[in-house]
């Protein structure tokens, strides 16, 4: 569906609530307290404030009241539906990865209201992500964003860099899923503590010659092989490892604005986009379900978006 068809599908807060129902309760709504299928649904029309107000599901039994939009990442937002829906198109449809400004400016609400709503949705990617592990054959290595390049050592390794653990799960030679998570530093404890939350107990460990790795898959009880750097076949085994890696540097470079400690976000939304590069058509459609089942982050503050404002001027 093209932008115009977008636009004119959920030009209403009622359509996009519609839609949001559907996607919540598939086959119908359930209480969440005693699970009853009986309720009345109530539409605010006559209340004060209507427009923003979300319809609630009234249970016939226990007579709780959920709305529509509770536990999603729409809770209590004081943006309409339709701007959220808006924003989702757009950062679904851009690959090359989408600013603040250009959500404020297409949804036509200010900087600091654009980069909020943009950023919950990385969250709610992140939350997407942290839902699935890898297995099987995974490639990992560790690599750096941001500062100059000293020498010919490490990948782009120097002294004000954020560390970054990649894995990349390989199949028939090709790559399937990948995550990437910064660490603190590339001793065996960071890589283990992430290895724990995003790797499955089946997984065969591929890796370079980091004795860190060796260290890992010992204490996790994983397969592990090893092809050293100097090795001549280093770069055709490690060759999708590399092309993710330049990717998602020149992604980085060309949407990351702020402080550090949302630079993970911006990972998220690169892993999220790659493990989901098969299903360009429905995109809108999967991250929007990705919002719905998403926790509502309320905690994104004001003051973050007005640092990234100053980084991005």
């Given at each position: 569906m093209d932008i115009s068809g977008f636009m004119v599908r959920f030009a209403s807060e009622e359509a996009c609530e519609d839609h949001l129902i559907k996607l919540r309760w598939k086959e119908g709504f359930r209480c969440p307290k005693c699970d009853s299928d009986?309720?009345?649904?109530?539409?605010?029309?006559?209340?004060?404030n209507a427009?923003?107000?979300?319809?609630?599901?009234?249970?016939?039994s226990c007579h709780r009241q959920t709305s529509v939009t509770s536990g999603t990442i729409f809770h209590r937002s004081h943006i309409s539906l339709s701007k959220w829906f808006s924003a989702i198109y757009l950062l679904s449809n851009d690959k090359r990865g989408l600013s603040a400004t250009t959500i404020a400016k297409f949804v036509?609400?200010?900087?600091?209201?654009?980069?909020?709503m943009l950023n919950k949705l990385r969250k709610a990617m992140a939350d997407r992500n942290g839902l699935y592990k890898l297995g099987g054959n995974v490639q990992v290595d560790e690599f750096f964003l941001g500062g100059e390049s000293h020498g010919e050592g490490r990948r782009g390794k120097g002294t004000k860099q954020t560390n970054v653990l990649i894995g990349v799960s390989i199949s028939n030679g090709a790559p399937t899923h990948c995550f990437m998570e910064v660490i603190k530093d590339t001793t065996a404890k960071s890589f283990k503590d992430v290895f724990v939350r995003r790797l499955d107990s089946d997984t065969k460990l591929i890796s370079d010659g980091n004795p860190s790795y060796g260290v890992c898959a010992r204490d996790l009880g994983l397969a592990h092989s090893i092809t050293l750097s100097k090795d001549e076949q280093a770069h055709v085994t490690f060759k999708w490892l590399n092309i993710l890696i330049g990717n998602c540097k020149k992604f980085i470079d060309g949407t990351y604005h702020g402080r550090e400690e949302h630079k993970q976000l911006y990972l998220e939304e690169f892993a999220y986009r790659f493990n989901r590069r098969h299903f360009e058509m429905s995109l809108v459609e999967r991250l929007l379900n990705t919002?719905?089942?998403a926790s509502p982050h309320p905690l994104l503050r004001e003051s973050d978006s007005k640092m990234a404002l100053a980084y991005e001027t």
């Amino acid at each position: 569906m093209d932008i115009s068809g977008f636009m004119v599908r959920f030009a209403s807060e009622e359509a996009c609530e519609d839609h949001l129902i559907k996607l919540r309760w598939k086959e119908g709504f359930r209480c969440p307290k005693c699970d009853s299928d009986q309720f009345t649904l109530i539409r605010p029309n006559h209340r004060r404030n209507a427009a923003s107000r979300a319809p609630l599901f009234q249970c016939k039994s226990c007579h709780r009241q959920t709305s529509v939009t509770s536990g999603t990442i729409f809770h209590r937002s004081h943006i309409s539906l339709s701007k959220w829906f808006s924003a989702i198109y757009l950062l679904s449809n851009d690959k090359r990865g989408l600013s603040a400004t250009t959500i404020a400016k297409f949804v036509q609400v200010s900087y600091s209201t654009g980069w909020l709503m943009l950023n919950k949705l990385r969250k709610a990617m992140a939350d997407r992500n942290g839902l699935y592990k890898l297995g099987g054959n995974v490639q990992v290595d560790e690599f750096f964003l941001g500062g100059e390049s000293h020498g010919e050592g490490r990948r782009g390794k120097g002294t004000k860099q954020t560390n970054v653990l990649i894995g990349v799960s390989i199949s028939n030679g090709a790559p399937t899923h990948c995550f990437m998570e910064v660490i603190k530093d590339t001793t065996a404890k960071s890589f283990k503590d992430v290895f724990v939350r995003r790797l499955d107990s089946d997984t065969k460990l591929i890796s370079d010659g980091n004795p860190s790795y060796g260290v890992c898959a010992r204490d996790l009880g994983l397969a592990h092989s090893i092809t050293l750097s100097k090795d001549e076949q280093a770069h055709v085994t490690f060759k999708w490892l590399n092309i993710l890696i330049g990717n998602c540097k020149k992604f980085i470079d060309g949407t990351y604005h702020g402080r550090e400690e949302h630079k993970q976000l911006y990972l998220e939304e690169f892993a999220y986009r790659f493990n989901r590069r098969h299903f360009e058509m429905s995109l809108v459609e999967r991250l929007l379900n990705t919002c719905v089942f998403a926790s509502p982050h309320p905690l994104l503050r004001e003051s973050d978006s007005k640092m990234a404002l100053a980084y991005e001027t």
